[in-house]
């Protein structure tokens, strides 16, 4: 569909414990030639509720393992800030990069993203650290929102929202003007958040649908955010240029001599046509080569 790197959150717990971080460290061999993959270690679930030694371990077994970033569930925590310093503390010794998916919930109380953005600020880690979701953040006064992102943009923090899982999961007890459930998108542009838009599930228990086609998701993000201003230029910013600074990418990345020839060919008049109606065809180039789609037929036949 045209994704040429993700970010996937491999659950830790006390009953998987590796196997969800050595089986995505393996697949990211198998496919090193297809896709740029990185791999979260996402101490979760009982991992979260549990001892915090126990989940440092693991977080550590994995980084052994091969994981390229911490992740975490903050608000699963008996001691949200504890586990959040756990987590940094992890990311700065292995020099990692922090992916939380922190505050999901329309419950206004639910803020350990100020304490996030806090110790990013304190530990000086600004361009290493994601919230995603952020749900909450929602349901705050205007006021105390601006001041959540501002803080956020002063210290480098992004924001990574995730239309589909939030659209479908949030508000579900509510019978009368029922919320989307996403963070204030909109606004953090505005104040110069970096913010991506992405999928958290695909066809799965938390959402039963979706193609994992980005396009589709950056549609979503403009009705689900009201994105009025730039809707479809803000949009394809969101799953281009914002996830590739927020996964590092840097020079590798991008339309620019020296960058990887990571490519989208399609059939449309222009970017706003091709996020607004989608691609009649297209075909995807990973590091110079066709991995997908009609080109990729063509250019495996032609003779050498």
Known sequence: ???SAIRTHANLDYELELKSVEAMCELRAKSRGRIHLEVVAFATSSAARGDLAVARELLERAIAAGADCIGGTPNLAPDPRSYIDMLLDVAER???CVDLHIDETLDPGARWFDYLVEQTMRRGMGGRVVGSHVSSLSAVSDDEARRSIDAAA???VAVCTLPAANLFLQGRDRRQLVPRGLTRVAEM????VPVATASDNIQDAFVPVGSGDLLEIARWTILAAHLMEDATGRAFRMITDAPAQIMRLGADYGLRAGAFADLVVSRSENVGRLVA??????????????????????HTAAPA
């Open 1 to 3: 569909m045209g994704t």
């Open 189 to 192: 542009l505005d104040a110069g």
């Open 154 to 156: 002063k210290a480098g």
């Open 94 to 96: 292995h020099d990692r």
């Open 277 to 298: 109606g989608g691609a009649a065809d297209r075909s995807v180039m990973h590091r110079g080569e066709f991995v997908a789609g009609p080109l990729c037929a063509i």
